[in-house]
């Protein structure tokens, strides 16, 4: 999903699929920039995320309409320090949520909805 030429690793494609980013990372959304989850499931979704420049990744989120406890963010080791990096985040509620990934002083910043309901 990303081009790489000798030390400068390159965006995704900007036209496939649901890709957002900048010149430090990018983030495919899911469709429509929604988690929809059944009842019973989980809510949370893995969001793939490419690394343009070398750092660790972190993740944290806020709902922007009401109260509700951070998100909660799964940034797994072994991906090494640029490139693609698989991540999970969970919503401890539905709402609509700013999510925020962070490398080596660079962030990305976009907007979800986190809800229940037919997919």
């Given at each position: 999903?990303?081009?790489?030429?000798?030390?400068?690793v390159?965006?995704?494609v900007r036209n496939?699929?649901?890709?957002?980013g900048?010149?430090?990372?990018w983030v495919?959304?899911?469709t429509?920039?929604?988690?929809?989850k059944?009842?019973?499931?989980?809510l949370?979704?893995?969001?793939?995320w490419?690394?343009?420049?070398?750092g660790?990744?972190?993740?944290?989120?806020?709902?922007?309409?009401?109260p509700?406890?951070p998100v909660k963010?799964d940034?797994?080791?072994?991906?090494?320090?640029?490139?693609?990096?698989?991540?999970?985040?969970?919503f401890?509620?539905?709402?609509?949520?700013?999510?925020?990934?962070?490398i080596?002083?660079w962030?990305?910043?976009f907007i979800?909805?986190?809800?229940?309901?037919?997919?």
């Amino acid at each position: 999903m990303y081009a790489a030429l000798g030390d400068y690793v390159g965006p995704p494609v900007r036209n496939i699929g649901n890709w957002y980013g900048n010149d430090s990372l990018w983030v495919e959304l899911p469709t429509g920039s929604a988690v929809v989850k059944l009842a019973g499931e989980d809510l949370s979704e893995k969001f793939p995320w490419v690394r343009l420049i070398r750092g660790q990744l972190t993740i944290d989120g806020r709902r922007l309409d009401g109260p509700a406890a951070p998100v909660k963010s799964d940034v797994p080791d072994g991906y090494g320090p640029r490139g693609f990096q698989a991540t999970g985040i969970g919503f401890p509620e539905p709402g609509c949520w700013e999510i925020a990934g962070r490398i080596a002083g660079w962030h990305l910043t976009f907007i979800v909805e986190a809800r229940r309901g037919h997919r």
